[in-house]
């Protein structure tokens, strides 16, 4: 389902925010968007007697430092915030994630950021809001033209390749695999990162790309089909896709994604004022170590995305 938005459709900033208002008139209670005549004062929308406020903004490429600061400033000048969700339908520069790491420990709210791709995932549990805002993809969906059936053809022959392989030690137990929506959000991710991977090409098709993408994640999960996927790697798996697809977009080198992860690890702690020897308990607990100069890569990535759903889950 997330396949088939793309915000490009979008033709207009109202239409956007027509989007997102409906949207969110489904998540929050006493949801009220803010009339835009004489100026919204940096606030669209607020819900739950005021306390939570939503901004919108739409956009043809990344969304630039300037724009989060210029709306951060307005809806600081209000009093009882308690939450600010940011929604946008582009990546943010890597720029502007830092400074939004920097502001989380700053201020005395709590702000979330919805881009373009967390956006998808929630629209795609609503599916007469895609068929009526992406009217092109839901025809394509439901009516079907001869490439779709082409490209289900393809999928037909390679899934009957794939499963005459013999099983690989990664491979899930009988039941004990990911179920169909699972299969469905990896699925999309990987198309994602081959159509990124062609855009960085400059090439129209990305179906050169897409074997790439399945060989590489399922080496790195010593599958033999992605479909193999125990249940219990599915969240490190759709993390580590979408870190992928942040990367590709970004271009954004290893050292780089250490370094913000390293950012939002403090940042995220000082937000809970936790002491340092609380920090390296919960470092320990996950990795075994007590400090992030001992970790790899991966592991300093997975303390954050631990302490990502740890914030989440206190919000």
């Known amino acids: 389902m997330a396949g088939r938005i793309d915000f490009r459709k979008i033709e207009t900033p109202t239409e956007f925010q027509q989007l997102c208002e409906r949207l969110l008139a489904r998540m929050f209670p006493e949801f009220h ?3 835009q005549a004489g100026g919204d004062a940096g606030v669209d929308a607020f819900a739950t007697s005021g306390d939570q406020y939503f901004q919108f903004t739409h956009t043809h490429g990344n969304v630039q430092i300037r724009k989060v600061r210029a709306d951060l400033e307005k809806v600081r000048q209000f009093q009882g915030v308690k939450k600010w969700y940011f929604l946008c339908s582009q990546a943010l520069s890597i720029n502007t994630w830092r400074y939004i790491e920097a502001q989380k420990a700053a201020c005395a709210f709590e702000i979330v950021i919805w881009d373009g791709a967390v956006l998808k995932e929630l629209l795609s549990q609503h599916s007469d809001l895609v068929d009526e805002f992406f009217p092109e993809y839901a025809k394509k969906a439901y009516e ?50 081959a159509e990124e991977e062609a855009r960085r090409r400059h090439r129209k098709d990305p179906g050169p790309y897409i074997r790439g993408e399945w060989g590489q994640f399922n080496k790195r999960y010593d599958l033999s089909s992605y479909d193999r996927l125990p249940k219990g790697k599915f969240e490190d798996a759709i993390g580590h896709l979408r870190q992928m697809l942040f990367a590709k977009r970004n271009n954004e080198p290893k050292y780089l994604s250490v370094e913000r992860f390293r950012k939002g690890i403090y940042g995220i ?26 970790m790899s890569r991966q592991e300093i990535r997975k303390v954050y995305q631990a302490m990502r759903r740890l914030q989440d889950s206190a919000g």
């Open 144 to 193: 079907g033209t001869q490439n779709i059936r082409q490209d289900i053809d393809g999928l037909k022959r390679a899934v009957t390749r794939v499963r005459k392989k013999p099983p690989k030690p990664g491979d899930a137990p009988d039941g004990l695999g990911i179920d169909e929506n699972e299969k469905q959000d990896i699925y999309d991710l990987v198309m994602q990162l």
């Open 269 to 294: 702690a000082n937000a809970f004022r936790w002491s340092e020897e609380q920090r390296r308990c919960f470092y320990y607990n996950l990795t075994g170590k007590d400090h992030l100069g001992q």
């Open 33 to 35: 968007p803010v009339n």
